[in-house]
């Protein structure tokens, strides 16, 4: 069949068939309802019954399509599946998405299911992503066909590649209900055909991704050493973010009832995505989090990260986070050390971690500005614990946004990467959050994980210096 | 003197002087007002400059109160602290919170004026409080010293014990603005005199303490093992969760500059705690949960964990962290099994975890009522990642809420721990908030989280086991 047709079809198809289409609000609802509404894909629905769905005529079969079709989304039962595939590619179709369940993570009869729709995908050139997924978001032509409301996609820098539809959705609703833009998402579901290593070397060369999240439960056998050097090529070019799960026993018998994955050996897995120059994380809010910063902030220039902050816990707590992150403390220039000085009240400790205490507000802005010019500091994290009292009407009452807005500027005019940590008084640090929105500066709420988004800009920055 | 006056006076004063009381919007104002306001506790304003402060008349010296007072706060100049102490000795005060700061934090100089404070207290039957701290919030009489809104407090189980005051006016702003209640904060700052021996005994008696949260950045030399048998003694009779900084090299410094604490061994101190059965928590935001779970969570039974998902990703990297954690998953009776099979959809999974997928909504209710009753399931997980869709208006519209509210009953009814996680679009998430919140089951947003506060229960009931 020569070179295995490229994946852009499924991002970006100019004609789909929705096959199995429905206005019955179950399963297929959603992907009918937005491929039919999208303003310039030309859609056709095919349901075997005819008559109309959604008020638009029904065909019933893919054959039946007048015009050559890029893309097909087929939701029929699982049993119904085989025939689908072979209309599709006597139709010409070398795209197709299958959503419905009921392969081999059922069992046996499943699997068999699955191993036909293979041979068949493989005889006629064509790539079969799923099943069992709710297949791709792609928010450049705001094309989908999983289970999301197009109105609420933002576009951003995040790529996203799962296995399971309801995972994939829910990293969808999670990042664009709070504001974070995506480039594109892809549930790969079983894997029968299109997996992992095919979508990441199609996203390392996507413009629009600046970083690849993946959430693997198992590689398939055979395609290990493959995946490794495809993120080898791909962390070259942007970081590969890997969560991956059944790393224990309990974690590896979950994963093989839900998507039949076989974990394999969690060392051997950590071992060569190090020596790919992919990232591992360890949860869930690590991957999205560390995600939005590399979207946002400069890799780290030269030096070790200076600390501001007006609570000595905090820093202290932060301290031993970075320690064990193998991440250093920048140490002063003396030229930085003497104007600190000045610039903060007398009895404000002016090494590494700089604590101002309670002399934040009147303080900080000259401090940001030396921290960012200073040559030893390749980052900064900025530590907020400001009394609820400050920002209360029945207290003070102080709006505080310009106040970090002004210091998100400094910052951002400093190139050099920085994550801030709000801690406390919700209403402060939602204040916080939006002085820095502007700017791009992550604004997180968790100390372990402001420590360990900045490590791992930190350890990127090494992989792009190794694999460059 | 015999034996030392009880804590108490700190937390249910009488009558209280505010010495250096002052209606400058700075240092020492908030407390002084808030202190001013309290419509029981009867108080005195001192200030050498007489006049009127808040528009009542400032005495110039505490010996000119005409009456009897329980505890006087200090928040002069550190050069004056020393004659103020001897003046409330002399006016037989036993009960002083020194507020001011510029004491051994800061060097020899500081050093030697808290030892002249230490002496004179000794000397004179009193106990101090701090320096360098904002002292106390008892939410039973709504009585602070600290940088507070008074109107916000919140009375809950959870004390905590913390050293530098703006973190510990933090950690009061962080749970009173998400609606956590507290039973009472102090910072202990320098620790001069009263440290947390003290306070943990105290607490471990105080009815309206159901659980003690400590952040411990060094213990005074010769106060360790002292310190490992009041938690023992507390641990028996409440949980004592304690999170402890100066773990690394690094983490170390930044406590010596701050508190001039001396972190001592890591390992030693792991060890001790975990023999007086006080858990050691990693960081804020578990101190914080796991303390939360512990006043609204009974003890697990004996069994593991059941989880609920609809998820099988985010199940799956649940049983790893749980594994990590040694908690194990339950594994149901025949009986419970069997009627799973009939509750669940066909295709659902009723191994454990129990993944329902987008049968959530329906088969959910009865699942819980077979879990709550399994005599192997000792507490339940359950993971809600509902897509944004079912509740936006654009697609289902669905108001979750009664829901999530009757799956609430039901486990509360069950009388097993339960740890809920939501995780997705913001707004399902507040409606499973919203559905639980009346059965004070915690709903979290991460999942590392979500097992590492009902690893603690399990914890917990071990210790109880062993200490009883």
Chains 1, 2 share one sequence.
């Not at 006629?124 to 992503?129: E, I």
Request: charged letters at 20%.
């Amino acid at each position: 069949m020569g070179e295995p047709a490229s994946l852009d079809a499924f991002f970006n198809p100019r004609s789909v068939a929705v096959i199995g289409a429905t206005e019955n609000p179950g399963f297929g609802y959603v992907p009918t309802r937005n491929i039919l509404s999208h303003p310039s894909v030309k859609s056709y629905l095919v349901n075997v019954k005819g008559g109309k769905v959604m008020g638009v005529k029904a065909l019933r079969s893919v054959k039946d399509i007048p015009e050559p079709v890029d893309l097909a989304v087929v939701i029929v039962p699982s049993r119904a599946v085989v025939d689908v595939l072979r209309d599709c590619a006597e139709k010409g179709i070398r795209h197709v998405i299958v959503e419905s369940a009921g392969f081999s993570e059922t069992g046996e009869d499943g699997a068999r299911m699955e191993r036909e729709l293979v041979e068949l995908a493989k005889a006629n050139g064509v790539r079969v992503m799923g099943p069992n997924c709710v297949g791709v978001v792609n928010t450049s032509n705001m094309f989908t066909t999983a289970d999301v409301d197009v109105a609420s996609l933002i576009r951003g820098g995040i790529a996203f590649v799962g296995q399971s539809g309801i995972f994939g959705t829910s990293i969808v609703d999670w990042a664009c209900s709070r504001g974070i833009g995506l480039s594109k998402v892809v549930t790969l579901g079983n894997k029968c055909d299109v997996d992992e290593v095919d979508v990441v070397e199609y996203l390392a060369d996507d413009e629009e991704t600046k970083v690849i999240c993946l959430y693997i439960e198992g590689v398939k056998p055979g395609r290990g050493r493959k995946l490794i050097e495809t993120f080898k090529r791909a962390s070259a070019r942007k970081p590969v973010l890997v969560l991956k799960s059944g790393r224990t026993e309990t974690g590896a018998r979950a994963v093989m009832s839900h998507t039949g994955s076989i974990a394999g050996s969690d060392e051997v897995f950590s071992a060569a995505l190090k020596q790919a120059g992919a990232i591992r994380v360890e949860n869930i809010d690590e991957l999205l989090y560390t995600a939005m910063a590399f979207t946002s902030q400069p890799l780290p220039s030269e030096g070790g990260v200076a600390v501001l902050t007006n609570s000595g816990s905090l820093a202290a707590m932060l301290c031993d986070e970075l320690d064990s992150l193998g991440i250093k403390l920048a140490s002063f220039t003396r030229e930085t050390r003497s104007k600190l000085e000045e610039a903060a009240p007398s009895w404000a400790s002016c090494r590494n971690p700089v604590d101002v205490g309670p002399a934040v507000i009147e303080s900080a802005a000259p401090i940001v500005e030396l921290l960012g010019r200073d040559p030893n500091v390749g980052s900064m994290i900025f530590i907020f614990a400001i009394p609820g009292i400050v920002a209360n009407p029945r207290y003070f009452g102080a709006d505080l946004t310009p106040f970090f807005k002004h210091l998100g500027d400094i910052a951002s005019r400093s190139r050099k990467p920085t994550v801030v940590l709000g801690f406390g008084d919700e209403k402060v640090v939602q204040m916080v959050e939006e002085g820095f929105k502007q700017f791009n500066i992550p604004v997180l709420r968790s100390l372990t994980l402001t420590a360990r988004v900045l490590a791992a800009l930190y350890q990127y920055k090494s992989v792009v210096n190794r694999l460059k």
